[in-house]
């Protein structure tokens, strides 16, 4: 890259921490570049996997407020698809799903919310729900070896409080890590896991559910990020 100014010491160094960010960084959506008609938004990236936006852009549920996807109902059909073939995450590789969220507080508690998916509910499912103290509980649902639906609860965060959230999957060390704010608060035995991945690619919000809140920063990699690179990456988002 060229920048148009020189950089200090402090800078340079800090161009040597974030460099890993890029590395294997397959789509980025940061809702900054969109279509007029608010149909598809641009990859950030510089790789090209434009996303379609789906069900509620004609309504007042979805909208991009500055830098990220607000959707306020969970009634009607709104998200984000990208799902062009050379975006899928092969089965059983690696990755790491990175965003960042603010919640609204759902309708009801008794309808868990859509808020992101590898491979379209038949990998990893993140979800959020009115948890019973008022919280927003943020929960991992994934399929097993028996296609049968496994839910973890990952953490509870207040309303309308932004938080980073990563998920990753490393097939070599052979371990599945959330991370919340950089730190690692959940971890799967992937032996249990389903498929990881199939032809339903990257989904953010459904059809029949979507999320309360505003999501922002959205990245998907083909490769593990270390926990040097989570901490860094929620440092970035703020």
Known sequence: AIFPSAFSETGISKLHRLAPLFQGLVARYSFESHSDALDTVDDASGNGHTATLFGAPSFSDLAIEGTSLRVDASTTSAGMRADDDTLLVAPLSSFTIAFRFSAFSP????????????????????????????????????????????????????????????????????????????????????????????????????????????LDDVRLYKRALSPTDIAALAIVGG
């Open 107 to 214: 309708p009801n508690d008794a309808q868990p919310l859509d808020l992101l998916s590898i491979a379209n509910g038949a990998g990893i499912v993140i979800r959020q729900r009115l948890a019973g103290d008022g919280t927003i509980s943020i929960d991992t649902t994934f399929a097993d070896e028996s296609d049968a639906a496994n839910t973890v609860s990952f953490t509870s965060i207040p309303p309308s409080e932004a938080h980073n959230f990563a998920w990753v999957f490393d097939r070599d060390a052979n371990t599945m890590t959330g991370y919340f704010d950089g730190v690692a608060v959940l971890h799967i035995d992937p032996s249990t896991l389903g498929d990881l991945g199939n032809d339903g690619g990257l989904v953010v919000g459904s059809a029949t559910a979507p999320f309360a809140g505003l």
